[in-house]
Antibody
Framework: QVQLVESGGGLVKPGGSLRLSCAAS????????MSWIRQAPGKGLEWVSY????????YYADSVKGRFTISRDNAKNSLYLQMNSLTAEDTAVYFC???????????WGQGTLVTVSS | QSALTQPASVSGSPGQSITISCTAT?????????VSWYQQRPGKAPKLIIY???KRPSGVSNRFSGSNSGNTASLTISGLQAEDEADYYC??????????FGTGTKVTVL
């Protein structure tokens, strides 16, 4: 069955960096666009970024453009999110999700919590 | 980026029908035929319940239905049940190859 497992979250100081990973299984990873979506504590969902099945094109939300980099390794069935210049506003649970097209994500990971605090 | 506005909360009694609206605040939000809806229970990942405006994924109850009129998309839950108590989010294209989620609606079953 389809599984998405995020890892790499944790506590980081403002201005710091963190790299999230998402391990995919149960489907042909290289066939699907993938997205990162986040949710700040007690807040709503925010789409962060998506990457095509081949690795290009890539798009970002304005709130993370220039600071976050999405990438994937189809040989390793893995999705990544490199996060730099982190601020308190980046504190959130980060979900990876399989993009079904038309703003639809059917399969989601369990999420990984990123806390930016001094 | 554009925004999608939802009511903060909607409530209903068991068996009733409720409707959650999702209104675009900008004209560059994509077609409402492509709106998706998500149900999220506390501490859980969101669950896709409607896609492409009105389609239900396999396994989703037919008590959930989606529609649109003008610049507003809507989710209707019929025959409200206690298990429907959750947060609900709409989502659509936000213009320039981006996505935008709605502000979210907390559904309470009285």
């Amino acid at each position: 069955q389809v599984q998405l497992v995020e890892s790499g979250g944790g506590l980081v100081k403002p201005g710091g960096s963190l790299r999230l990973s998402c391990a995919a299984s149960g489907f042909t990873f290289s066939d699907y666009y993938m997205s990162w979506i986040r949710q700040a504590p007690g807040k709503g969902l925010e789409w962060v970024s998506y990457i095509s099945s081949s690795g290009s094109p890539i798009y970002y939300a304005d709130s993370v453009k220039g600071r976050f980099t999405i990438s994937r390794d189809n040989a390793k069935n893995s999705l990544y999110l490199q996060m730099n210049s982190l601020t308190a506003e980046d504190t959130a649970v980060y979900f990876c999700a399989r993009d079904e097209g038309s703003s639809s994500w059917y399969f989601w990971g369990q999420g990984t919590l990123v806390t930016v605090s001094s | 980026q554009s925004a999608l506005t939802q009511p903060a909360s909607v409530s209903g009694s068991p068996g009733q029908s409720i409707t959650i609206s999702c209104t675009a605040t900008s004209s560059d939000v994509g077609s409402y035929n492509l709106v998706s809806w998500y149900q999220q229970r506390p501490g859980k990942a969101p669950k896709l319940i409607i896609y492409e405006g009105s389609k239900r994924p396999s396994g989703v109850s037919n008590r959930f239905s989606g529609s649109n009129s003008g610049n507003t998309a809507s989710l209707t839950i019929s025959g409200l049940q206690a298990e429907d108590e959750a947060d609900y989010y709409c989502c659509s294209f936000g213009g320039t190859k981006t996505y935008v989620f709605g502000t979210g609606t907390k559904v309470t079953v009285l």
